[in-house]
């Protein structure tokens, strides 16, 4: 997601958090545009509470605690991609 001056955008944003919530955000929007047919709203989105923040470590904790399978691709990015990717491919995920 690059620099843009439309309105509703993130503008000359560098941060990283910023481009994963808009990825999130708009994932979210496609999601419910393919499962309902409609669009949310045609307006633009002036701002977003995205709630409290968690460190990766926090999260690593929660995760352990429940039990439930979890990988680790904290300073791994290539390794995540490529999860993803097998994931894409093998129709896992869509």
């Known amino acids: 997601m ?23 955000l708009g994932a979210a929007a496609l999601a419910h545009v393919h499962l309902t047919g409609c669009r949310h709203s045609d307006e633009p989105l002036e701002r977003v509470n995205l709630g409290p923040r968690y460190t990766a470590d926090e999260v690593a904790s929660v995760l352990a605690a429940t039990g439930l399978e979890a990988r680790d691709f904290r300073h ?19």
């Open 2 to 24: 690059g620099a843009s001056s439309g309105r509703g955008r993130l503008s000359g944003c560098s941060s990283s958090r910023r481009r994963v919530a808009g990825g999130s």
């Open 76 to 94: 791994r990015e290539a390794d995540l991609l490529e999860a993803v990717v097998d994931r894409l491919e093998a129709r896992i995920v869509c």
